[in-house]
């Protein structure tokens, strides 16, 4: 878990009220779930209080996803953090990962065969070293 969504927790789990293990993280006065226009009221008042441009839910579900990616946090954990029950949906992520990451991945897997393919005394496992 993210330290931010930790800390948000511990935070919540502080509070007075509907604290027990089955009430909700985001509640309403009385307990119980906030409707849909509560949410999108107080994450429009929050995005616009902080400055942001408009985005939807799944922007910020997108966005999570791609900067998990472009830190180099591996698919299978992504895929498990985002709930995906498919590998093929989270690699939709992948175009986040930076350029320079994969050509420095790529130079790191041919560095070793581009060098022993211009040896000149290069000698496979399978061959007797030469008598001197």
């Known amino acids: 878990m993210a330290d931010q969504a930790a ?4 935070r919540l789990s502080r509070r007075h009220d509907f604290s ?6 985001f ?3 009385l307990g119980r779930p906030q409707d849909d226009s509560a949410l999108r009221r107080r994450y429009k008042n929050a995005r616009d209080a902080a400055g942001l441009r408009p985005l939807r839910w799944h922007d910020l579900r997108h966005t999570f996803g791609s900067l998990l990616v472009a830190s180099g946090v591996d698919l299978v954990s992504i895929k498990d953090a985002m709930g995906h029950s498919q590998l093929t949906t989270t690699s939709r992520y992948l175009h986040a990962r930076p350029a320079t990451e994969r050509a420095a991945a790529f130079t790191a897997a041919f560095a ?6 211009s040896s000149p005394h290069r000698h496979d496992s399978f061959e007797e070293p030469a008598e001197p």
Do not use: I, K, P
Not at 20 to 25: E, G, I, P, T
Not at 112 to 117: I, L, N, V
């Open 112 to 117: 070793g065969s581009a060098h022993t393919a």
């Open 20 to 25: 027990s293990a089955d009430d909700y993280v």
């Open 7 to 10: 800390a948000a927790l511990d």
């Open 27 to 29: 509640c309403n006065a």
